[in-house]
T-cell receptor
């Protein structure tokens, strides 16, 4: 099935560093969501974006909906050990849940103390 | 407020068998979506149920079927299991087809 491209595939950083990751598509999306998944658990919703150019924060996390509507970015500031996990972007072409949510390939984040 | 719950947590089946996975949606949510997540990949949409009716389906064969009950809980049934069906099956609920979906912990299915 179709998946969005996420980069980098994995990151190994030191506690306190800032993190940037992105998600790209060949198609236009009208909604972007960012999820975090920890081992043995389902994805947890972090941020939802509904408008091109929109910049939304959730604590140390900031996400942006790309102007072209074909990409999205997630930044984590001052990383801490509990930020470890796999971060997935997900895009949807509709506004309501009438079309399937397409997930990215994931960015695995490791934070060292 | 109760979150999304799934049962069982783990399951081992033999090729050719049938399996039923269960999901209880978050309190107040009437939309349930099912996803298959293979190891090292993102979730893949299987189908969605809204008010007891199927409301969209991904690229999965008919041997993947589902059901939603009046209390909005849901089942995923897979017939004639194949080795490639081994995966984490995730259920997500939302309110009135909104895109902000909340996931359960998943059921890990192993087919031998």
């Amino acid at each position: 099935g179709q998946q969005l491209n996420q980069s980098p595939q994995s990151m190994f950083i030191q506690e306190g560093e800032d993190v940037s990751m992105n998600c790209t598509s060949s198609s236009i999306f009208n909604t972007w969501l960012w999820y975090k998944q920890e081992p043995g658990e389902g994805p947890v919703l972090l941020i939802a974006l509904y408008k091109a150019g929109e910049l939304t924060s959730n604590g140390r996390l900031t996400a942006q909906f790309g102007i072209t509507r074909k990409d999205s970015f997630l930044n984590i500031s001052a990383s801490i050990p509990s930020d470890v996990g796999i971060y997935f972007c997900a895009g949807q072409k509709g506004v309501y849940n009438t079309d399937k949510l397409i997930f990215g390939t994931g960015t695995r984040l490791q934070v060292f103390p | 407020e109760t979150g999304v719950t799934q049962s069982p947590t783990h399951l081992i089946k033999t090729r050719g068998q049938q399996v039923t996975l269960r999901c209880s949606s978050q309190s107040g949510h009437n939309t349930v979506s099912w996803y298959q997540q293979a190891l090292g990949q993102g979730p893949q949409f299987i189908f969605q149920y809204y008010r007891e009716e199927e409301n969209g389906r991904g690229n999965f064969p008919p041997r993947f079927s589902g059901l939603q009950f009046p209390n909005y809980s849901s089942e995923l049934n897979v017939n004639a299991l194949e080795l490639d069906d081994s995966a984490l099956y995730l259920c997500a609920s939302s309110l009135d087809l909104l895109l902000e979906q909340y996931f359960g912990p998943g059921t890990r299915l192993t087919v031998t």
